[in-house]
């Protein structure tokens, strides 16, 4: 069974930066996509950010082009999302998750449904 732990989450003035981290258990991390995405309070989950297996590929929510930072280090089973500058409307509790399952990446990457597992969530607050 994989289980994946987010980490570095907090409390942040706008402008600020946070680097989440998304450790996982298994030896077959290495072989699966990975996403980050979000949830605030009173509304759905969303995409924020996707790596592909071999690191390829990265991808973004427009809200996050160009202040955030998806990146894999398969050696040490964790996914990092750096995240700068950031506003207010950041606030969420991120999720990481993982697909495992053979999948079209670029069809894949932004939906929930496109990955197996899921981390408990790690709170991120920016304050105005």
């Known amino acids: 069974q994989v289980q994946l732990v987010e980490s570095g989450g907090g409390l942040v003035q706008a402008g600020g930066s946070l680097r989440l981290s998304c450790a996982a258990s298994?030896?077959?991390?290495?072989?699966?996509?990975l996403g980050w995405f979000r949830q605030a309070p009173g509304k759905e989950r969303e995409f924020v950010s996707a790596i592909s297996r071999i690191a390829s590929n990265t991808n973004y929510a427009d809200s996050a082009k160009g202040r955030f930072t998806i990146s894999r280090d398969n050696a040490k089973n964790t996914v990092y999302l750096q995240m700068n500058s950031l506003k207010p409307e950041d606030t969420a509790v991120y999720y990481c998750?993982?697909?495992?399952?053979?999948?079209?990446?670029?069809?894949?990457?932004?939906?929930?449904?496109?990955?197996?597992?899921w981390g408990q969530g790690t709170q991120v607050t920016v304050s105005s």
């Open positions: 998750a993982l697909a495992l399952r053979l999948t079209d990446y670029s069809r894949s990457y932004y939906k929930e449904d496109g990955y197996d597992y």
């Open positions: 298994g030896r077959t991390f290495s072989i699966g996509n």
